[in-house]
């Protein structure tokens, strides 16, 4: 009767646990000004005072730049995942949640569902602001769909590895050491210039780096070309990359909490 | 009378660290049961297996008559815990503090039963500032506070005064009194003496992963000689020296 009870209540729970890091979000001008005034700026940074310079091959460099600077953002919040989840380990948070009845995974989800809803809301901000400096896209509502779920699915796939150091972490500084390697990902790929320019080396990397074929198929959605090969690619990263680090994520929920 | 706790032949390790033994009590419902113990005796780790946090490796556990590793659900619906350090979101306020366990209990007036508990606890100014704000005696009260909603019948308190001045330490006291009166069994760990004695109707002692003894205060008193009578010199205080000297001066005019 207790399990059946439970299941009940597991996005009651799920709700509660949303608010609470909502709030968490909200109230952090730190992460406001890290994932959404950041990449804007950066944005107009590159458009206003990099782009002239840069050579895409495309009429607006500000259509050119934005599916990087979306995925720059998701980026950015990655750090803040791991932060707070440390935090709350640390804090007797989740003791506190655990020894109540209710599901066991509802405290993490909670912190999974929050990275998806505040990088969707600054996302859309990042969007708009992108309007106003001339972005235009001719996608229809399919291929925006399509757009926001591989966004998603971006976002979980940090989200999760993410969600690794920051349950395994023994410091505040530890847990916001895998930011960095993140933050880089999305410099060195197709997102800000192509990568023909680039030399061989760095060439390989950024063409076989999960960054790259994500922004090519966010791309070719925005402007209604052919997607090819780059979106199954993209997905292949991203599925592969997100079941391993939240099957070793769990496994180190379980183990250390 | 059934009893609310019920632990026999508890064992945990740590790798090769064997930190509970052979660890045996009982705690009657509705009475404080203190756990005395110095720092690393285990106390914190049979606060986490009796509240579901840790396997055991050995014995067995019943809290409000669920085993702790079968029915580890019913033992949740049935308890509280009050950990080592205040978990309390120190982002939210105490009020939001107060409505979110109120939501995870699945009460049907969250907001009622945290106004009733901010006016207990003499939080209801501070309700809408943030935790972290809170003085640590505040933040302790907001602990326990969030920890009564939904009316546990077992609440764990687990060095509940450690870290406090003796003034928050008192109101604390206080509230787990008041606690015990309303017939909330309360099972606390402590390593102050003083504690145990002016809380606990029963008391056992935690040493090298073993309860070496346990009972009422009264019989834990027996245990020892009883009292003699000692005659010891009195050495001079500053205050005597002073006087003397004073006094000295004054015959010799």
């Not at chain 1, 197709?190 to 060439?203: E, L, W, Y």
């Not at chain 2, 409505?99 to 007036?109: E, G, K, N």
């Not at chain 2, 109101?171 to 760990?189: M, N, S, Y």
Request: proline share 4%.
């Amino acid at each position: 009767m207790e399990t059946i009870k439970m299941k009940n209540y597991f996005f009651i729970d799920m709700g509660v646990m949303l608010i609470r890091s909502m709030r968490h979000v909200f109230r952090s001008l730190d992460t406001i000004i890290t994932v959404t005034i950041m990449p804007i700026a950066m944005m107009l940074l590159f458009v206003y005072v990099l782009g002239g310079a840069i050579k895409t091959g495309t009429d607006k460099y500000v259509n050119y730049l934005l599916p990087g600077i979306l995925l720059v953002a998701i980026a950015n919040s990655a750090g803040y995942v791991s932060y707070r989840l440390f935090l709350d380990k640390q804090r007797g948070i989740f003791e506190r949640f655990h020894s109540m009845p209710i599901a066991r995974s509802a405290p993490l989800w909670g912190h999974m569902l929050t990275s998806l809803v505040s990088n969707a809301i600054s996302l859309v901000v990042i969007i708009l602001v992108a309007l106003l400096m001339g972005f235009r896209s001719s996608a229809g509502f399919l291929s925006w769909l399509a757009i926001a779920g591989i966004l998603a699915l971006f976002t979980l796939t940090l989200t999760w590895i993410a969600a690794i150091a920051g349950l395994s972490a023994k410091s505040v500084d530890g847990a916001g050491v895998i930011a960095y390697p993140i933050h880089f990902l999305p410099l060195i790929s197709s997102a800000f210039v192509p990568t023909t320019s680039m030399p061989a080396g760095v060439k390989a990397f950024a063409e076989h780096q999960p960054v790259t074929p994500i922004v090519e198929t966010i791309r070719a959605l925005l402007y209604n070309q052919p997607v090819g090969n780059q979106i199954w690619v993209a997905l292949a990263w991203c599925i592969t990359i997100m079941f391993c680090a939240y099957l070793f994520a769990m496994r180190v929920y379980r183990k250390r909490l | 009378m059934q009893n609310a706790i019920r632990v026999k032949g508890l064992q945990k390790s740590y790798r090769q660290l064997h930190v509970l033994k052979n660890v045996d009590f009982e705690v009657e419902k509705g009475n404080i049961f203190a756990l005395l113990g110095t720092n690393g005796a285990g106390k914190t780790t049979i606060v986490k297996i009796l509240t579901t946090l840790l396997k055991k490796d050995g014995g067995q556990v019943t809290v409000n008559g669920f085993d702790v590793a079968s029915m580890p659900a019913n033992v949740r619906q049935s308890i509280s815990l009050t950990g080592q350090f205040a978990a309390v979101d120190e982002v939210l306020t105490g009020r939001e503090n107060l409505v979110m366990i109120a939501r995870l209990r699945h009460l049907s007036q969250p907001r009622e039963v945290t106004d009733d508990l901010l006016q207990r606890f003499g939080l209801s100014d501070a309700a809408d500032r943030r935790a972290s704000t809170y003085s640590g005696g505040m933040r302790r009260r907001l602990d326990i506070a969030m920890s009564l909603i939904g009316n546990p019948q077992i609440i764990f308190l687990d060095e509940p005064t450690t870290g406090l001045d003796p003034e928050g330490r008192i109101e604390v006291w206080k509230i787990i009194k008041e606690l015990a009166g309303r017939g909330t069994t309360v099972f606390l760990t402590t390593q102050y003496l003083e504690e145990a004695e002016q809380l606990a109707s029963r008391i056992a002692i935690l040493h090298e992963g073993e309860i070496i003894v346990s009972g009422t205060l009264a019989e834990l008193k027996k245990l020892f000689p009883p009292a003699k009578v000692e005659y010891i010199e009195k050495q001079p205080t500053l205050e005597d020296i002073f006087l003397k000297i004073i006094g000295n001066k004054k015959e010799d005019k």
